[in-house]
Each structure stands twice: as structure tokens, then as C-alpha cells.
């Protein structure tokens, strides 16, 4: 017969399982909630107390699955859109999850073992420099590189907080965040201490001495990061302003390379265009891929496209490739392909005076990364088109202004963006695609991923997009308009945008400085880490 005391033991093993499970899975819920297109931005400053509260009394081991678990519930609500992707599995999205959860379960790892060799306090304090190298690690392992859903973009819509992205970059605001939901959660750890809710041997876990260190650092941070926002968003954008018109075409994708409908694609285009050419802009933009085939290799669109622009008596700023995406090799193996961005020039001219060939290209769509050594085809991934890599950050010139441009997924990569700002680029344009997606969250996300670009090199960014969302950022990462229809869609509509932006020169800390935060979190994390070492048990304070 199986006594009381083993019923008691189980029943409460099995509560704290439960309780591990519902606790991840809340703060995964909560933190996805945050980011677009659900947008509930406030989420993310508690959504990981639940989590640490939880990790308080959870070895190294458990703290791994723990943040395992936890990044399942976060990715999937995250990146759910991909299953609208042409050929993407469930397999496809667990190699996914393989890739990214493991590296918060690292996290989660060591979090645990400053609390078991120090204590709960300790490793609150280490907690956003460990989150910051995490976030890091994943934006730049290789073709595996995905800077995407990082915790800082789900504050896109709230201005005064990003502004410290100019000095720190997403990475400053993620940090932020982490560091409030520390702040909280020792609150609410001191507050169950005081109510005796709390085991005697959990107060060891405790120092009141970090307590106070980490709410006077939380507080310094959060207020000042508030009070420089305030600060910048108060400033008013001085400067010659020029004028910009967007095309936002919005055709479909299973029509793009329809050898049918090459003409009627041309003639939405050209329609678009004379109607923006109203505004008198000083330069109309297409978005990428723009053109049924490439502009540099079919003269008779090249000849259109450059009457368009001697009619208007505009630059036209547009994307051309010479096939789509994610197309599986069907052409000769060792042509070259090119995604490029073309600025075409009323007048004379017989050439493309100014070109930019994409380069960071899109693994999986655009090429496949170590084709010849990896198996790709085990993994049900077709052998699409190969694409060249681009060699040099073009920047454009108009007369009075210099421009950086962007294509597709480019955008959501800092480095990227810093190196067109160090080249002389005065703003940004974003040329995409994104009709793949559908009507998902996954054009909004890029729109939050945009914000940031701006933010950190304080430049004006103009976004193009197929299918929207195509719009104009101002450097304070203000979104002033979008292309929508008359019940405000952003996406699947097809229209027009003019607007004005102002060509900058100075330089933000962060595009000076880049990834300082990153170095300056990896060593305070060597440091936690060494004490952490050098310290077996924990004391009370």
C-alpha cells in the first residue's frame, strides 16, 4: 500500500512540474504578444518575471530545458508566418527551433549556475549582458545568422524608448528591457521574503545588498534612457528638405515571372509613376524585383522604364533581378544571377549610370549556404537559383544628396545599414518584396526591424515595398505615413506615397562605435562568471 507521504511527495513533484510548464509557457506567450502583429509592446517589460521566478529555484540542468521550452512557446508564436513560405515544412521549422533554443537554454544554464554558486540576485544583475551576447550570437553565426524578434524591436512603436538605440543600438534596448524585468522580479522575490511565503533556505538565495544595487542600476538606466528620448524627440528635424514618391504595385507573386502579364505589370508601373510624378518629386522608387525581367539584360524594358523617367523628367530608383526567388535551378548551372537595385535617369542617356548588387543575400532563397560539402536535399530543401553576392556598399548620387539602398531582408541587419551611413549615405531606402509572406505579421516585423535602422544612424528611411508595407521613418524612428487604401491597409493595396525627408551628415555613437554594448556585456559576463567560479556557496546577507 503506498503510504501518505509518497502520495504527498508525488502529488507536489507533480505540481512543480505543472508549475514549470505553466510559468514558461506564460512568459513565452507574453513575450511573443509583444512583438507585431499583435504589438502589446508593454508585455515584454514583466512577460520574463514569471521565468526567473521560476529559474530561482532550478539547478544549471533544468534551467537549460527551462529556456528550451521557454523559446519553443516564444519562436513558434514569433515566426508562425513562415509556414507561408514557398516549400517551408514542419521539418524545416523544427531545425529552426534546434537552432535558436538551444542558445537560450545556454542562457538558461548559466543564469542557474550563478544562482547555485552565488546567489538569485547575482545572476538577476548578469542577466541582460548574458541576454545581450545571446541575441548577438544569433545575428552573427554565418549563413545561421538571423537578427530577427529581437527583444528590443517590439518597442518600434514607442519612440521615446528606442532612442537609445543611437547610442547602443537594438541591442541597448533588449538590454534595457532584461534589465527591468530584473528589477521586478527582485521585488517581487523580497516582497514574498517579507510575506514568509518564501522556504527558509530560499533566503539564502537572497542578498538585500544586490537588491539595491540592481533597483539603483535599473532605475538610473530606465530614467535616463526616458529622459534622453524625451530629449531627442523634442529636438525639431532642421534641414533642406527633397521629395520622395513610393510605388507600392502590389502584384501578386504567382504573376511577377508570368511571362503573360510582363506587359500589364509594365503598365501598372507606368501608371503609378506618370500619377506620383504629380507630386513633383525628386525621385520615384519601385520596389525590389520590380521589373517582369532583369532591366540590365531586356533592352525593351530598359527603353520603357527610361522613357518613364524622361516623361516624368525624374530619377527612378528601382529593383530588377533576373529570376524570383526561392525557384528551384532549372536554368544553366553556372550563369550568374544578380538582385540588384538600378537608379535610371531622365535625359539622354543610352546606360545605367548607378548600380547596387545585393550583399547579404537570403539563404534558402537565394542560394544554398556550403552547397557542396552539406546535404541539403536530406533535409527536403530544394537546390534553388544561385545568386551572386554583391562586393560594394554603392551609394547613390543626386544632385544635393547621397542615398544608401537596402534590398529585401538587408535592412534587418545593423552592420549593413552602418556601413552605406559610414560611406557618405545622407538617408535610406529599403527596396523589398515581401508579397511571399501573405498576410502575416512578417511585413510588419520587417517594418519594426526598419525603425531601428533609422533610429541608430539617425537618417530618414524610405521603405518600398511590393505588397506594402511601404512607408517613410523619420530618424526618430516616427513612422509618418504608409501607402494604405481608404480603410488604412498597409498591405495587398496598391498606391502611391510622396513624401519629404532631410539628408543628414552627422553620425550617431552607435554608427561610430557599433557592437560596443556586445564587448562591454561579454566581459561584465566574464567577470560574473569568474567570481561565480571562485565562490561555492552561498552566504547570507
Known amino acids: 500500500?503506498?503510504?501518505?507521504?509518497?502520495?504527498?511527495?508525488?502529488?507536489?513533484?507533480?505540481?512543480?512540474?505543472?508549475?514549470?510548464?505553466?510559468?514558461?509557457?506564460?512568459?513565452?506567450?507574453?513575450?511573443?504578444?509583444?512583438?507585431?502583429?499583435?504589438?502589446?509592446?508593454?508585455?515584454?517589460?514583466?512577460?520574463?518575471?514569471?521565468?526567473?521566478?521560476?529559474?530561482?529555484?532550478?539547478?544549471?540542468?533544468?534551467?537549460?530545458?527551462?529556456?528550451?521550452?521557454?523559446?519553443?512557446?516564444?519562436?513558434?508564436?514569433?515566426?508562425?508566418?513562415?509556414?507561408?513560405l514557398p516549400n517551408y515544412m514542419v521539418l524545416h521549422h523544427a531545425i529552426l527551433g534546434i537552432y535558436l533554443c538551444p542558445l537560450l537554454g545556454i542562457f538558461g544554464w548559466l543564469f542557474c549556475f550563478i544562482i547555485k554558486r552565488r546567489d538569485f540576485t547575482s545572476a538577476l544583475l548578469a542577466a541582460p549582458f548574458l541576454w545581450v551576447i545571446q541575441e548577438y550570437v544569433r545575428s552573427n553565426l554565418s549563413f545561421l545568422s538571423l537578427p530577427w524578434g529581437l527583444l528590443g524591436h517590439s518597442q518600434y512603436q514607442s519612440p521615446m524608448v528606442i532612442q537609445s538605440a543611437s547610442i547602443a543600438g537594438v541591442y541597448g534596448v533588449s538590454f534595457l528591457i532584461v534589465l527591468v524585468n530584473s528589477a521586478l522580479t527582485v521585488l517581487i522575490y523580497s516582497l514574498f521574503i517579507r510575506l514568509n511565503i518564501l522556504k527558509p533556505e530560499d533566503k539564502?538565495?537572497?542578498?538585500?545588498?544586490g537588491r539595491n544595487i540592481l533597483l539603483g542600476i535599473s532605475a538610473v538606466f530606465f530614467i535616463s534612457a526616458l529622459v534622453y528620448g524625451h530629449m531627442v524627440i523634442s529636438n525639431q528635424i532642421n534641414g533642406n528638405k527633397i521629395k520622395i514618391s513610393i510605388v507600392q504595385a502590389n502584384i501578386e507573386q504567382s504573376k511577377k515571372w508570368d511571362k503573360k502579364y510582363a506587359a500589364t505589370i509594365m503598365q501598372i508601373y507606368s501608371d503609378l509613376t506618370q500619377k506620383a510624378?504629380?507630386?513633383?518629386?525628386?525621385?520615384?522608387?519601385?520596389?525590389?524585383?520590380?521589373?517582369?525581367?532583369?532591366?540590365?539584360?531586356?533592352?525593351?524594358?530598359?527603353?520603357t522604364v527610361k522613357n518613364l523617367a524622361s516623361v516624368t523628367n525624374t530619377p527612378i530608383?528601382?529593383?530588377?533581378?533576373?529570376?524570383?526567388?526561392?525557384?528551384?535551378?532549372?536554368?544553366?548551372?553556372?550563369?550568374?544571377?544578380?538582385?540588384?537595385?538600378f537608379l535610371i535617369h531622365p535625359g539622354d542617356g543610352n546606360g545605367i549610370t548607378q548600380k547596387y548588387n545585393k550583399i547579404r543575400l537570403l539563404p534558402f532563397s537565394e542560394y544554398l549556404p556550403y552547397k557542396e560539402k552539406i546535404p541539403w536535399s536530406y533535409l527536403r530543401i530544394p537546390d534553388v537559383d544561385n545568386y551572386l553576392p554583391g562586393k560594394k556598399y554603392?551609394?547613390?548620387?543626386?544632385?544635393?544628396?547621397?542615398?544608401?539602398?537596402?534590398?529585401?531582408?538587408e535592412n534587418i541587419f545593423p552592420g549593413i545599414v552602418r556601413e552605406f551611413v559610414n560611406n557618405g549615405a545622407q538617408f535610406l531606402i529599403n527596396i523589398t518584396n515581401e508579397a511571399w509572406f501573405g498576410e502575416t505579421a512578417a511585413p510588419y516585423q520587417f517594418l519594426a526591424m526598419s525603425v531601428f535602422r533609422a533610429v541608430e544612424n539617425h537618417r530618414y528611411l524610405v521603405r518600398c515595398a511590393n505588397t506594402g508595407v511601404s512607408c517613410i521613418i523619420d530618424p526618430q524612428g516616427r513612422i509618418l505615413d504608409k501607402v494604405k487604401d481608404n480603410?488604412?491597409?498597409?498591405?495587398?493595396?496598391?498606391?502611391?506615397?510622396?513624401?519629404?525627408?532631410?539628408?543628414?551628415?552627422?553620425?550617431?555613437?552607435?554608427?561610430?562605435?557599433?557592437?560596443?554594448l556586445v564587448w562591454l556585456s561579454l566581459i561584465v559576463s566574464l567577470m560574473f562568471l569568474v567570481l561565480t567560479f571562485m565562490k561555492k556557496k552561498p552566504s547570507l546577507k
Open 277 to 303: 510624378s504629380a507630386d513633383q518629386p525628386d525621385l520615384i522608387v519601385w520596389p525590389e524585383a520590380a521589373t517582369p525581367k532583369a532591366v540590365h539584360r531586356d533592352r525593351k524594358i530598359f527603353n
Open 1 to 84: 500500500m503506498i503510504s501518505e507521504q509518497k502520495i504527498k511527495v508525488s502529488f507536489y513533484r507533480n505540481l512543480k512540474i505543472l508549475y514549470a510548464i505553466a510559468a514558461t509557457f506564460i512568459s513565452g506567450t507574453m513575450l511573443f504578444l509583444a512583438f507585431p502583429s499583435y504589438d502589446f509592446s508593454l508585455s515584454a517589460w514583466f512577460a520574463f518575471v514569471p521565468l526567473f521566478l521560476l529559474l530561482s529555484k532550478s539547478k544549471p540542468s533544468s534551467g537549460f530545458f527551462i529556456l528550451f521550452l521557454f523559446g519553443v512557446v516564444f519562436y513558434t508564436g514569433v515566426f508562425i508566418w513562415m509556414f507561408d
Open 317 to 341: 530608383l528601382l529593383g530588377s533581378s533576373q529570376l524570383a526567388k526561392f525557384k528551384v535551378n532549372e536554368l544553366k548551372k553556372n550563369a550568374k544571377y544578380l538582385n540588384s537595385a
Open 394 to 409: 554603392t551609394v547613390f548620387e543626386l544632385t544635393g544628396f547621397r542615398f544608401g539602398v537596402t534590398i529585401c531582408w
Open 204 to 209: 539564502y538565495q537572497f542578498s538585500y545588498r
Open 487 to 516: 480603410r488604412g491597409r498597409a498591405i495587398f493595396v496598391r498606391g502611391n506615397l510622396t513624401g519629404s525627408v532631410t539628408p543628414f551628415k552627422d553620425r550617431t555613437f552607435f554608427n561610430r562605435y557599433g557592437d560596443w
